[in-house]
């Protein structure tokens, strides 16, 4: 196994893409072995590789490590993105929960049916201009740093970040209302290993397009 930490995903955002923005943010550099077919899979399942028969799976330090929370708690552990003591790393956690709900809205905005579509669209936006992006910037406003957690950058920044530049490409003007917000993702978008995965060429994979709903459902249904 290469010192680098291998991916094993399709190659698309899915629930991998804050594994890549997190390790990105760590300055690390990983490698990718993308699913292309059932088969492939399959394969992974039977050779024992998935513990709960599911990527995305990491290889990483000597593990194989599955569930998408575990991989990121152990990349941010790993990296000290994760706090200085148990209270900020309480608060790291709620802040990622809230994050991670409206990231599982986005994240399935492109599988909703031709017809639901808009509905989806228009509860997405509700829900992060009334319910989500509210509370983070309260969180800036009250805790006056340029950080979520303490002062200094955590997963939580990283995560916000990349939950942030989604719903821009869903809604360009979502953040509108929210100034501190706007000033955290310039701010945020600034830091040199982050500013590097947001350029072109990066690892960082594109909005999933209609075409390639079909192929990722071939690979898991």
Wanted: hydrophobic share 40%; charged share 30%.
């Amino acid at each position: 196994m290469s010192g680098k930490p291998k991916l094993h995903y399709f190659n698309g955002r899915g629930r991998m893409e804050s594994i890549r923005w997190l390790l990105a943010a760590a300055g690390v550099e990983f490698e990718e072995c993308f699913l292309e077919t059932k088969d492939d899979l399959t394969k992974l399942q039977k050779n024992g590789s998935l513990l709960f028969q599911q990527v995305p799976m990491v290889e990483m330090d000597g593990m194989k490590m599955v569930t998408t929370r575990a991989i990121l708690g152990y990349i941010a552990g790993k990296y000290n993105l994760y706090g200085k003591d148990l209270k900020e790393r309480a608060l790291i956690d709620m802040y990622v929960e809230g994050i991670t709900d409206l990231n599982e809205l986005l994240m399935t905005h492109t599988f909703q049916p031709a017809d639901k579509k808009e509905q989806h669209l228009a509860t997405l936006v509700d829900k992060a201009t009334n319910r989500y992006f509210p509370v983070y910037e309260k969180v800036l406003k009250d805790h006056g740093q340029d950080f979520l957690v303490g002062n200094r950058f955590s997963r939580a920044d990283v995560q916000l970040l990349e939950t942030i530049l989604m719903a821009e490409e869903c809604k360009p003007d979502i953040l509108a209302k929210f100034p501190l917000l706007q000033s955290f993702k310039a701010r945020i978008s600034n830091i040199p290993t982050i500013k590097k995965f947001l350029q072109p060429g990066s690892q960082r994979k594109p909005p999933l397009q209609e075409k390639d709903v079909a192929k990722v459902m071939k690979i898991f249904h």
